[in-house]
């Protein structure tokens, strides 16, 4: 029951990240690129697109967060896949980040994340009495 009860705090953990960082991109694009997002050419207007990703992503995992649902697994899957492919892509331009160790930092934190999101997931969707403590 104890990987259980780490469903909603997953949940309100990346749904406030996701929230602080969409708020981020969407009003100073240009510090978020500097700070996190040194890859390629800045453009401020594709940041605030994934911005709206973020945000609406963040909103999601806090309403769903409270309560046991299917709507739940649903979102902490579809959180997680985000998560494994936005690794992937960070892996492939790794060698694009300005510091340079930056690269390599995001991948790995990037695939932790999603391992993490994946494992909430699985715990999500298990039935209750095959969830093991």
Known sequence: M????????????YGSEQLAQGLWMLVSPGTFFTALGPFGARND??????ATWSLALGVVCLLV?????PARAAVLLLAG??????TVNHVADADLAHPGWVGVFD???L???AASLLRLWRV??????EVTS
């Open 2 to 13: 104890k990987d259980m009860r780490l469903v909603p705090a997953g949940l309100y953990a």
């Open 45 to 50: 207007h594709y940041t605030r697109d994934v």
């Open 65 to 69: 967060a409270r309560r046991p649902s």
């Open 81 to 86: 896949l985000q998560a494994a492919l936005h």
């Open 107 to 109: 991948a790995v934190a």
């Open 111 to 113: 695939g932790l994340l």
């Open 124 to 129: 999500s969707a298990t039935p209750p009495a």
